[in-house]
């Protein structure tokens, strides 16, 4: 994952980051598409994609200098997607994810 840019934004508002969920996927699965192999996840397991549906917010993020909305969820939501994706790197991600949190809450 250090390659690889996560985007993140802090809601000022909520007092919670929010990371891009194409990112993650992305690196969790070196796949080609994330958002194709995250469209076939959410169909696979219909209670996952209510769950994205319904918790992951699309917010404005830039990447290569454009800026457009992209699937976006807080740690918590994301630590449920993470879950989903058989992936041996899933481990280090819920280990920064948990380090991040606390780093705010210092």
Do not use: H
């Not at 390659?3 to 993650?24: A, C, G, L, P, T």
């Not at 699965?29 to 076939?40: A, C, E, H, Q």
């Not at 549906?53 to 969820?73: D, E, F, H, V």
């Amino acid at each position: 994952s250090e390659s690889k840019q996560i985007r993140s934004v802090w809601n000022e508002v909520e007092q919670q980051w929010y990371f891009s969920v194409v990112d993650i996927i992305e690196i969790l699965t070196d796949s080609i598409n994330p958002t194709d192999y995250l469209k076939k996840m959410r169909k696979r397991d219909v209670d996952l994609g209510n769950y994205i549906g319904t918790n992951c917010p699309q917010i404005a993020m830039t990447s290569q200098g454009k800026t457009r909305k992209t699937l976006s969820a807080n740690s918590k939501t994301l630590l449920r997607i993470i879950q989903s994706i058989p992936s041996p790197k899933a481990e280090p991600f819920k280990l920064w994810l948990a380090q991040v949190g606390a780093d705010r809450l210092d």
